[in-house]
């Protein structure tokens, strides 16, 4: 978890609250590949299941709605699992159970992920510094936490926020704002971090600053606003 001086760089007093995404930006879901091998769906389809995830999850914030992350997910997934199973004698039979099951394996790894190998050093890097450390996830606080008790990290944040409690998804600036209220401190005293380019563009365009962690070596979309550190 470290940052270079790319993008528009940091001015002035460094935040005192960093707000860290969850999801990829803190857990490794690289555990997803060999899940969804065992359902039959092979490990490419993780990263289209999840940016489906996404795209749905936006989607239904845009008209109003504010899903739950597990139900879109697990829908998702049985979706695919459905079609991928379509032409086979426990599709034609009926098998749910055997659908459900999938389902279960599935979203139960991905309740059960790690940190990445370098977040727990940072995590602890940052609080020695002094810097008030919550998170903001499109997903549960009870994953969230799952996550850090795993890792033994929990006491190193002061709050998980959900956007559960926010009304809205992650770009919406609703759910920055009920961050920023949260935590008690104005739009540039805070820094989100996240992996996700319209992550980013969303905090910057709720009047946060940014840290782009780069995990994939891929070059930031143009047309979000730039990270203030990468």
Known sequence: M???P???GLTGAPPSVVVFDVNETLSDMTPLADAFDRVGLGATAVEAWFASVLRDGFALTAVGANPGFADVA??????RLSAAREA???ARTGDRDGLDEAVDDVMGTFTSL???PDVV?????LREHGTRLVTLSNGSTKVAQGLFER?????????????????AWKPHPTAYAYALESCGVAPEDAMLVAVHPWDIDGAARAGLR????NRKGVRYPTYFTAPDVE
């Open 2 to 4: 470290t940052t270079s």
């Open 6 to 8: 790319r993008g528009h």
């Open 74 to 79: 697990s829908e998702a997934l049985r979706g």
């Open 88 to 90: 086979t004698d426990s």
């Open 114 to 116: 790690s940190v990445h």
């Open 121 to 125: 050093d940072g995590v602890r890097a």
């Open 151 to 167: 890792s033994g990290l929990l006491d190193s944040f002061e709050k998980l926020l959900s956007v559960e409690d926010a009304g």
């Open 210 to 213: 940014s840290g782009w962690l």
